[in-house]
């Protein structure tokens, strides 16, 4: 196993799929700059598997919590916009 954190930049929408090797472990959620990011514990050798999260604003509707698991919270434009990442529990290729 060779393991190292690597970053990924989050691109808007409500749904974001993200290519991580298999095990990854989500970190945090951070603004670099003006960009949010993921930071994950990876396998560099792991095989790539697609993972689907969801991105929502402070006072959207969700439905379906259940099926969600909350990563964090970031800001942007000095607090104006505050967003909320969360996982979906089921691997996008499972």
């Known amino acids: 196993m060779n ?14 799929d993200i290519d991580l090797p298999q095990g990854a472990e989500i970190l945090t959620v951070q603004i670099q ?5 993921i930071w994950a514990m990876i396998d560099t050798r792991a ?7 969801r991105l ?4 959207h509707p969700i439905s379906d919590p ?4 909350y990563i964090g919270t970031f800001q942007l434009y000095e607090g104006a916009l505050v967003y ?4 979906y529990a089921r691997r996008i290729n499972e």
């Open 47 to 53: 095989p790539i598997q697609r993972r689907r999260f």
């Open 33 to 37: 700059g003006d960009q949010p990011c």
């Open 84 to 87: 909320h990442l969360f996982e």
């Open 66 to 69: 259940d099926a969600l698991t």
């Open 3 to 16: 393991y190292a954190v690597y970053k990924y930049e989050i691109l808007p929408g409500e749904h974001i």
């Open 56 to 59: 929502a604003g402070t006072g």
